[in-house]
């Protein structure tokens, strides 16, 4: 048989009989779209986790009080309410050399009226060195800064979502007067979106330190001390300097018997990534899946057309093709359907990733191997399963082929 | 004819069983055939005898289950996938009692589709296709439409001229009258007796006396065997 004619009878089957040909694409474009968008969908949120991670700082390492001289995780407590850390151990942290900066914190609930708008929220005292270990950045106005500390200022900055509630979508809140208990602040900055992430800044307002020692916690007391590294490389030596040097200072040899714990980033990091990449594992499952239903959806209908066309095979062995030429025939068919359902399998499933992604507010990661692997074995079903049971067909004797039912 | 025309079917003791039918009575029971160069005849016989059975063997589209068939001089049995396609589309042209029309192709295609699998030079096939069907007077209005649009008349139709674009030097024809009135069929069988004067072999089956008497030798059949072989009226000259 020419190529020429087997281009043609391959596309005149395909196309006198749309509805099947039309099925077995289907089949192949769920296959392949569901497997690369699922694979999009889960390294995408992997990426975007991991990132919102990078993004609050893996080389932070965070200093919180916690209930010494008990072992055991189960004995300790954790907050403000076991009062070790003060603004002095703080200071000392900032000496040591891998420590390239140092934000002593401390935190505590508080009820905000403006114009009449209430608001109940978390407010932390800071110092200035808060903003660069947080990476906060002010839109409006300008973050605490040192003399505010010093004067126990009655000033505060408010994340962007509390200024809009406090203050609506339109205003600039800069200047404006806070009432809190017995304060009352002015806003001196509105912080840029962070948007969600390890923190949740944008609900919270910030005051001096010394403001928030005096109205707020009514203690001399931190609620942590968040440290940046020089080195991402070198956080366990960091770690390491810090605990000595607070139970040096606290008095205790033991480290058993601390009274704070070190949060590591970089630790935490590993975690999350190692949570995130069971999710991936997950997804990839169910893509496995159901590239494994699609799988057997397209040997389904490539084995009914064939016991369908298996009188077409022995008719046209009745008038002179040979095996071979039947097996060509079958093949070129399976190979036009998987290659048309192969694209558009992976468009659909870029689309499908990408939309699917968007609504999940991640970006979509199409990697070519899931690419690959989809497209792969789709074809290879749909060959294989176009292909053999024509040849077996095809090894029939005519007239057995052309009664078969 | 004092010289013998060489056997193009020589057939010995068939026997087919068809497995699967319950009982297993043979479908042939021992079947001896020889039919030479040129000859014309017809196989005759009720229903269920055997004749299509017999038909399917000649044309090597089925297997005996025992018994030797040499087709022009070759065993049959011997020949491999690749020599009994060539032997199917150069040799034989076969008429089925189903017509076996890919039924979603136009007349056309079907007419065609033989010729895809020879050396038929494209730009050719068409006009060969076109002398087949003018040749079975089929009007040039059907030759477009689909096989399965057609009456079993014109289908009959379309499957002779289907058997014939090859050029086969073995027309064997499973009751190419059967779906035809008288004037059509006497065409067909104007159309047989031309290729047959051509020197081609021709062998059909047929359940009406004035189809076989008009061939020059008829074989009957009965329950798997050969009850009478004979020359028809007016072709006694032979050998039979
Ligand atoms: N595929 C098959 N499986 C089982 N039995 C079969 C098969 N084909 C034919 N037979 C049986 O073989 C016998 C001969 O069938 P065959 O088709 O040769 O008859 P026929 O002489 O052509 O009849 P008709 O004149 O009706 O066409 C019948 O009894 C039939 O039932
Ligand atoms: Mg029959």
Redesign the interface.
């Known amino acids: 048989m020419r190529f020429a004619d087997l281009i043609s009878e391959t596309l005149h089957s395909l196309t006198s009989n749309k509805v099947r040909s039309g099925l077995t694409i289907l089949g192949i474009v769920v296959g392949i779209a569901s497997v690369i968008a699922m694979i999009a969908i889960g390294q995408g949120s992997q990426a975007s986790i991991e990132q919102s991670i990078q993004a609050a700082g893996s080389n932070l390492l965070t200093v919180s009080p916690s209930a010494g001289g008990q072992s055991g995780p189960g004995a300790r407590s954790f907050g403000a309410s076991v009062q070790s850390l003060t603004r002095e151990d703080a200071e000392s942290l900032a000496g040591l050399a891998l420590v390239s900066g140092v934000a002593p914190s401390a935190q505590g609930q508080a009820q905000l009226v403006a114009d009449g708008t209430n608001a109940n929220v978390q407010i932390v005292g800071v110092t200035p060195a808060y903003a660069t270990v947080s990476g906060l950045t002010v839109v409006s106005g300008s973050f605490i800064s040192e003399r505010d500390d010093v004067a126990n200022a009655q000033v505060v900055v408010l994340g962007s979502t509390l200024a809009v509630d406090l203050f609506g979508e339109a205003a600039d809140p800069v200047g404006e007067h806070i009432r809190s208990g017995n304060m009352l602040l002015t806003v001196v900055g509105v912080l840029e979106e962070k948007g969600a992430g390890l923190s949740n800044a944008d609900s919270t307002a910030f005051i001096p330190l010394s403001t928030a020692f005096r109205y707020v916690t009514g203690s001399q007391y931190l609620s942590s001390i968040v440290l940046t590294v020089t080195d991402e490389e070198q956080m366990d030596m960091a770690e390491a300097s810090v605990e000595a040097t607070l139970l040096q200072r606290h008095g205790i040899s033991d480290p058993d018997y601390a009274d704070f714990q070190i949060q590591n980033m970089a630790d935490m990091l590993e975690t999350v990534s190692s949570v995130t990449g069971t999710f991936t594992a997950l997804l990839a499952g169910i893509a496995g899946i159901s590239l494994f239903v699609g799988g057997i959806g397209i040997m389904n209908m490539m084995l009914t057309t064939v016991t369908e066309r298996t009188r077409e095979i022995g008719l046209r062995k009745a008038i002179g093709a040979d095996s071979s030429a039947i097996s060509a025939q079958f093949l070129a068919e399976s190979i036009t359907l998987t290659l048309i359902g192969g694209v558009l399998g992976v468009v659909a499933g870029w689309g499908i990733g990408f939309v699917a992604a968007n609504l999940l507010g991640v970006s979509a990661v199409i990697t070519i191997d899931s690419v690959l692997l989809a497209a792969g074995v789709c074809a290879f079903i749909g060959v294989v399963f176009g292909y053999y049971p024509a040849r077996r067909a095809a090894a029939l004797s005519p007239i057995d082929a052309l009664r078969y039912q | 004819m004092a010289d013998i025309a060489p056997a193009v079917i020589d057939a010995r003791d068939l026997v087919k069983v068809y497995d699967g039918a319950g009982a297993e009575t043979p479908a042939l029971r021992g079947v001896s055939l020889t039919v030479r160069e040129g000859e014309f005849a017809a196989v005759m016989g009720p229903s269920g005898s055997g004749k299509s059975t017999l038909m ?1 063997i000649l ?1 090597c ?3 005996p289950t025992q018994g030797t068939y040499r087709l022009a001089g070759r065993n049959v049995a011997t020949l491999d ?2 020599e ?3 032997v ?3 040799t034989v042209g ?1 008429v ?1 009692q189903a017509f ?1 029309l ?1 039924p ?2 136009t007349v056309m ?1 079907n007419v065609v ?2 010729m ?3 050396q038929v030079p ?1 730009g050719e096939r068409e006009a060969r296709a076109v002398a087949a069907l003018e040749s079975v007077g089929l009007e040039s209005a059907l030759w477009t439409h689909r096989s399965n649009e057609l009456s079993g008349g014109q289908m009959q139709r379309v499957a002779i001229a ?1 058997s014939l674009v ?1 050029n086969p030097s073995l027309v064997l024809a499973d009751e190419p009258t059967g779906n035809l009135d008288t004037a059509t069929g006497d065409a067909v069988m104007e159309l047989f007796a031309r290729l047959n004067a051509e020197g081609r072999t021709i062998v059909l089956i047929t359940h009406e006396p004035h189809i076989a008497a008009r061939t020059k030798r008829v074989v009957r059949i009965q329950d798997g065997l050969i009850v009478e072989d004979a020359a028809t009226v007016g072709h006694q000259d032979g050998d039979a």
Do not use: I, K, V, W
Request: glycine share 4%; net charge positive; no cysteine.
């Open positions: 399917h044309g589209l089925d297997t996938d690749h009994l396609a060539q199917r589309r150069e076969f089925f076996n890919l979603r192709s295609r589709m033989p895809l699998y020879t494209p289907r090859n």
